[in-house]
C-alpha cells in the first residue's frame, strides 16, 4: 500500500504544472540568478568600477602623483562632473570639495577623495580625506584600500627622485625611538629615510548621521516586495468571480469592464498605500526610521508605488487563467523581481550588466526613490525620474490588463 501511495503521489506531481515547476524548474532559476550576482564578481572584467570624484584644490607634488596613480586604477571610475569650480592637476579633472560632497550624497558617485591644504607645521602635507557613503560599504572599503596604497606608493616615489636631510618630526616616533636606540642602524644615510606619509580620514557623510542607517536602507526593499505579494493575493478575487461566475453577472449589469477593473485598482492602492504607512509607521517607532521629516517624499512614494503594484498584479491577474496559476506565476515573477531589483541583494553588489536589467524591474525604481528620501534626505524633486517611472510602469500595467481581460467580456 505505501507504494501505491508514492505511485498516487507521483501521477499528481507529475499532472500538476504549477507544482513540478515550483519543485523542479524554480529552483535552478533562483540558483542563477544569485549565482550570476555573486559569480560574475569573481570575473574582473564584469566587476562594476567604483565611481569616484577627486578634489584636489590645492596640488602638491605628493597630491598630483597620488591622483596620477588613481588613474591608473582599472577599478576606479573617475568622474568628470562638476557643479562649481574645476582645478587641472596632472591633466586630470579635480572638483570642488563641495561638489565632491555633493556629488557623494547624490548617489552620482560612491565616494570622494579629497586632498585639503595641509598644516604648514607638518612639512606642506596634504591632508586625506575619503567622503564615502555607507550604503554602498564595499566601496569604501576598496577605495580606502586603493587610496592608502596610492599615497604609500606616491610617497616613496618623492622620497626617492628628492632626497631629503633628516628630519626627525617627520618620522614616527616609534621608528624614530627604534632608529636612535639601535645601533646596527647607525650606518644608515640621512637621505634614504623615507617622510611619514600623511594620514587619511574616512569620513561617512551620510550615514554617520543616523541613529539606524541598517534599518534605513533595508525598510522600503522588504516593504515592497511584500506590497506587490499582497497586491498580487488580493487581485486573486478578479478570478474568484470569473470561476464562479459572478463576473459574467456584474458584466450583465451596468457595470462595465473598464469600471471594474479601475474600481479594483482604487481598491487595490488604497489598501497597498495603508500597508506601507503602517510599516513605515512601525518602523519609525520601534526602529527609528525618520519618517516625520521626510512625510511629503513619503506620501508621494507610497502613492504611486502602491498605484504601480496594483496596476501589475491586475495584469497578472487579467493574464492568468485560474486562482491557482496566479500563485505560482506572481511567486516567480516577484521574486525574480525582487532579486534582480534590490529587495533581497543590494544592488551595488551586482555586476554592471546585472544592474542594468535590474532598472526593467519594479522593484529598483520604487527602492531608488524610497532610498533617496530616507537615506540621502534628498528633497521630493530629486525623485522626479523614479515618480515618472513607476507611474508610467502603472499607465502600461493598467493597459496590459484591459487587454488581457477581453477575452472575459468575449465568452
Not at 46 to 72: C, H
Not at 135 to 158: H, R
Not at 353 to 375: E, R, S, V
Amino acid at each position: 500500500m505505501i507504494w501505491t501511495v508514492i505511485q498516487t503521489s507521483w501521477r499528481r506531481l507529475r499532472n500538476n504544472r504549477s507544482e513540478l515547476l515550483l519543485t523542479f524548474i524554480v529552483p535552478m532559476v533562483f540558483f542563477s540568478i544569485f549565482a550570476l550576482i555573486f559569480g560574475s564578481r569573481d570575473s574582473s572584467s564584469s566587476t562594476p568600477k567604483i565611481k569616484v570624484a577627486i578634489s584636489n584644490e590645492f596640488p602638491t607634488e605628493l597630491s598630483d602623483r597620488s591622483v596620477a596613480l588613481l588613474q591608473e586604477q582599472k577599478s576606479l571610475r573617475l568622474t568628470e562632473r562638476s557643479a562649481k569650480s574645476t582645478v587641472q592637476a596632472t591633466n586630470s579633472i579635480s572638483v570642488s570639495r563641495e561638489s565632491a560632497e555633493d556629488l557623494v550624497r547624490r548617489g552620482m558617485v560612491s565616494a570622494a577623495v579629497v586632498f585639503s591644504k595641509g598644516d604648514p607645521k607638518s612639512g606642506g602635507q596634504p591632508e586625506i580625506q575619503i567622503l564615502t557613503d555607507s550604503f554602498d560599504q564595499v566601496a569604501s572599503q576598496v577605495l580606502t584600500a586603493v587610496v592608502q596604497k596610492a599615497v604609500m606608493t606616491a610617497n616613496a616615489e618623492l622620497a626617492k627622485s628628492h632626497p631629503t636631510p633628516f628630519n626627525p618630526a617627520q618620522v614616527n616616533p616609534v621608528a624614530q625611538a627604534s632608529f636612535n636606540n639601535s645601533p646596527s642602524l647607525a650606518s644608515v644615510k640621512p637621505s634614504s629615510c623615507f617622510p611619514q606619509p600623511p594620514s587619511i580620514a574616512t569620513v561617512d557623510i551620510i550615514g554617520g548621521k543616523k541613529t539606524n542607517p541598517v534599518i534605513a536602507m533595508y525598510a522600503a526593499g522588504i516593504a515592497v516586495m511584500f506590497l506587490l505579494f499582497s497586491a498580487t493575493t488580493a487581485s486573486g478575487s478578479l478570478l474568484e468571480e470569473r470561476e464562479n461566475s459572478t463576473l459574467d453577472r456584474l458584466l450583465c449589469s451596468r457595470l462595465t469592464m473598464d469600471q471594474l477593473l479601475l474600481g479594483k485598482w482604487a481598491f487595490l492602492t488604497i489598501i497597498g498605500s495603508i500597508q506601507m504607512t503602517l510599516m513605515f509607521t512601525f518602523g519609525a517607532i520601534v526602529f527609528g526610521i525618520d519618517l516625520q521629516h521626510h512625510v511629503e517624499g513619503f506620501v508621494a512614494m507610497t502613492l504611486v508605488t502602491a498605484g504601480a503594484a496594483s496596476s501589475f498584479a491586475l495584469m497578472l491577474a487579467a493574464l492568468c487563467k485560474s486562482r491557482m496559476q496566479l500563485g505560482w506565476v506572481s511567486t516567480i515573477v516577484i521574486l525574480t523581481m525582487s532579486a534582480l531589483g534590490g529587495s533581497m541583494v543590494p544592488r551595488y553588489l551586482m555586476s554592471e550588466t546585472i544592474q542594468k536589467a535590474g532598472l526593467w524591474t519594479f522593484n529598483a525604481w520604487a527602492l531608488d526613490g524610497y532610498n533617496k528620501i530616507f537615506w540621502r534626505e534628498l528633497p521630493l524633486k530629486e525623485v522626479g525620474m523614479e515618480l515618472a517611472v513607476l507611474t508610467a510602469s502603472g499607465f502600461v500595467f493598467i493597459v496590459a490588463a484591459r487587454v488581457f481581460a477581453i477575452r472575459w467580456e468575449r465568452t
